[in-house]
């Protein structure tokens, strides 16, 4: 078992795991926005007469569009300056709003990939201050805590795939379900989510901060390994559905008996994801979130070599190789950011998370354009196994921040964490 022990242990847990359920349940509710447009690509092309390369601007955008909120939230120290809970919900409503205007008013990339980019600024206020937010309320269990916080990102950037795969709805009826779950996550978030006792008084305004999270070592380490997950985590998400549709197209019979690429892609994403972060989040509170992190890229840049040596097989293969790399794609990402709060500055632990995944979101727009071009060049085989790069030299940046941790930072070994 997990706890988020409170400084008042008086009805503690009972707090700590109501706010564990709050904090998660806003972020699937607003990550739904994420892949709102990517879900409905196929019927975007057929109603805007446009290229599967030029669809990559929806998702690019909003990838662009994070990095651009987050490297401004990082630089004013906006998540340790702002109450975190305020500023998720005020960001959750304006990504609400964005995404009900690309269905209320886009007619073309011309106005949709303007209003995606905003989406994405938006979700930099959602999703960093909602690690600091969850970090607030744990200190032992942080991992599991923050692993269960990715679940639920990967559950609610998965959920659009699920809305349009079960039911043929209109593309603009997918958007405003998204935009209609991202406004309740924000009135959520105003209306009953807190910090915790484990949060920081307002920092000092130190916009240099950002730098030294790359000078330092310990976060150094981190944010090394964090960009070797990042380089293969969102190519996977977006282009999986197209993986899965290339394979089964390949296939003697067009993969008749499999499950629809939707559902298939939301089961590997969605359920396996969630199952994988709160395992290895569970698991890295007792053996080392570093080691653990390790071990996940391991496993997940394995599965991109063999997604590329099942592609056109039997669906039932091809499900399994996706469902063990959904699993393990998402499973570290819970444990980089625990590492990231217990070897940077703790009054700048909101800064150094944003800072992160503001460098990790910058490079997932490389390998979100260069996948499909990659695919249609020389295929997916080669394709879905040049994302194995990442996960594989980040592995080894986790293993040496395993060691730092454990000699020369005693007190963020990943078993315990200790507070001043």
Known sequence: MF???RRDPGGAGGSARAQLALIAAVQVLVMSTWFSASAVVPALRGEWGITQGAATWLTISVQLGFVTGALLAAALNLPDVVPA??????????????????????????????LRFATGVALAGVY????????????????????????????????????????ALPWRTVLYVSCALAAAGGLLAAGVVRPGPYSAPAAPFAPRYMITLFRERGPRLA???????????????????????????????HGAGALPPGVTAFLAIGVAGVAG???????????????????????????????????????PLVFGVLVVWGASVIADSGLFSACTSEVADRRYVGT?????????????????QATPLLAEAVGWRLAVAVLGIGPLAGAVAMIRLQRYMTSEHPLATGRTVARP
């Open 223 to 253: 944010n090394l390994g964090y960009l070797g997950h990042m380089w293969e985590l969102y190519a996977m998400w977006t282009w999986l559905p197209a993986y899965i549709t290339a394979s089964q197209a390949v296939r003697p019979g």
């Open 3 to 5: 706890t988020g022990r």
């Open 128 to 167: 960093p201050p909602g690690l600091k937010l969850m970090a607030s309320w744990f200190d032992r269990g942080r991992g599991f805590a923050l692993g269960l916080l990715v679940g639920a990102l990967t559950l609610g950037s998965a959920l659009p795939q699920l809305i349009g795969g079960f039911a």
């Open 352 to 368: 150094a998370l944003t800072a992160q995944t503001a460098a990790g979101f910058l490079l997932t727009v490389v390998t979100i």
């Open 85 to 114: 809970h305020r500023l998720v919900a005020v960001c959750a409503l304006a990504g609400s709003a964005t995404t009900a205007g690309v269905a209320a008013f886009a007619d073309g990339l011309w106005t949709a990939v303007p």
């Open 277 to 315: 972060c709160l395992l290895a989040g569970w698991l890295g509170d007792r053996v080392g979130r570093a080691r653990l992190a390790a071990l996940a890229m391991t496993v997940s840049g394995a599965c991109c070599l063999l997604a590329a040596l099942v592609f056109g097989g039997p669906p």
